[in-house]
């Protein structure tokens, strides 16, 4: 992909159709929220597309891809600058930072990213949580939230690098 800071046409379709991926699947995994019902826990499905992105327009288009999630995400479920959207800001913005710095210097895998990203999006969660209720008591929920976030992190980025390949394997087929 280019790596040109503007975006084409063709690269603003590719990312559109991509959000609107990561906004049905964040919409699909609230319907399964019951699967799990804790506070703050989610399957990280949207960031399966995120990783892709990541990979296949760098850090400043994920950027850019990433702000349009969260504000639609707001819209959609959250409602904008409520406590559970700073929190989920927090998380991803903390998770964002760690997945480009590892992807930029190929720290990782695409699975080791997914780690990370899990990882660091509950930790900017309890960090912004703590933040807004004033008491670090809640630093107590972060064991509980990384062992969700390993399984969900592994599944998330094994999910990514599964269709990162599909996608050379058709490049090269062509």
Not at 10 to 17: A, F, I, Y
Not at 59 to 76: Q, S, W, Y
Not at 114 to 130: D, E, P, Y
Request: hydrophobic letters at 55%.
């Amino acid at each position: 992909m280019p790596s040109s800071d503007k975006l084409t046409i063709h690269e603003m379709t590719q990312l559109g159709v991509l959000l609107a991926a990561a906004i049905a699947l964040r919409l699909a995994e609230t319907s399964l929220a019951w699967l799990l019902p804790l506070p703050g826990a989610h399957l990280g499905l949207a960031n399966t597309v995120t990783i892709i992105v990541l990979y296949l327009y760098g850090p400043g288009k994920t950027a850019l891809f990433l702000t349009c999630r969260i504000l639609l995400t707001g819209l959609l479920f959250t409602g904008l600058l409520t406590p559970g959207f700073l929190i989920g800001l927090g998380g991803a913005a903390l998770s964002f930072a760690g997945m480009a710095l590892a992807r930029k210097h190929q720290w990782f895998s695409t699975v080791g990213v997914g780690l990370l990203g899990a990882f660091l999006h509950n930790c900017g969660q309890i960090l912004v949580a703590v933040a807004i209720m004033r008491t670090p008591a809640l630093f107590s929920y972060l064991p509980v939230l990384i062992a969700i976030g390993i399984p969900t992190g592994l599944f998330t980025g094994f999910l990514a690098g599964f269709f990162l390949e599909r996608m050379k394997e058709k490049d090269s087929a062509a």
